[in-house]
């Protein structure tokens, strides 16, 4: 079956750093990739959507790659800062454009002022 | 701006007694997932539906869960009975190929706590 894996549990960074996230996959490229954050107590937030045939999307202090040579998606936060504090979520999907996501477990990245 | 509703927040029940949690997607959306999130995990998915239709309850433990849909607008989630290793974040999301937004992007709800003693 499909694994996903986000390298650590918890990132702790400096503020004004990048922060880097890693999400690695096995087995077969889903047909896009989501990062999502996720404030302790709420539900997930959409963040940003990298499809199988992109390698790089930006979304103001964020960008996302995506290497399905290397099986792995990066999430890149840049000038963090302490309110960019929360688990990010990597989740791939399959099968269409309304198939299922399947999430991984988190990193939990701290930014200390 | 449109969110999802969930209610209750939070639920304490005692094991064996039966739960239900109610979900209201955004308006228009076609698809509503339900998906449960134990601490310290990602969310999985429990049940998708399309309109009031199930698309997929593969991983719904459908000895003791189970979900409706009846009208193709809000939902509910049943357990039944509880058991202690029910206790999670139970989500419910939205999406809709047809939102202003990105398609395949899913709103999600605040959550129901569930904590079975």
């Known amino acids: 079956s499909q694994k996903i894996e986000q390298n650590s549990e918890a990132l702790n960074i400096q503020e004004g750093k990048t922060a880097t996230l890693t999400c690695n996959y096995t087995n077969y490229s889903p047909a896009y990739l989501q990062w999502y954050r996720q404030d302790p107590g709420r539900g997930p937030v959409f963040l940003l959507l990298?499809?199988?045939?992109?390698k790089e999307k930006r979304k103001e202090r964020l960008k996302v790659t995506f290497d399905t040579t290397l099986k792995q998606s990066l999430f890149h936060i840049t000038a963090s800062q302490p309110a960019d504090s929360a688990t990010y979520l990597c989740?791939?999907?399959?099968?269409?454009?309304?198939?299922?996501?399947?999430f991984g477990k988190g990193t939990k990245l701290s930014v200390k002022p | 701006e449109a969110e999802v509703a969930q209610s209750p927040r939070y639920k304490i029940t005692e094991k064996s007694q039966a739960v239900a949690f109610w979900c209201d997607p955004i308006?228009?959306?076609?698809?509503l997932y339900w998906y449960r999130q134990i601490l310290g995990q990602g969310p999985e998915l429990l049940v998708q539906f399309q309109d009031e239709s199930v698309v997929d309850d593969s991983q719904l433990p459908k000895d003791r869960f189970s979900a409706e849909r009846l009208k193709g607008v809000d939902s509910t989630l049943k357990i039944q009975p509880a058991e202690l290793g029910d206790s999670a974040m139970y989500l419910c999301?939205?999406?809709?190929?047809?939102?202003?937004?990105?398609?395949?992007?899913?709103?999600f709800g605040p959550g129901t706590r569930l904590t079975v003693l």
């Open positions: 308006s228009g959306h076609a698809t």
């Open positions: 990298i499809r199988e045939n992109e």
């Open positions: 989740a791939l999907r399959y099968g269409g454009s309304q198939g299922n996501l399947i």
């Open positions: 999301a939205s999406s809709s190929p047809h939102a202003g937004g990105l398609d395949n992007e899913q709103f």
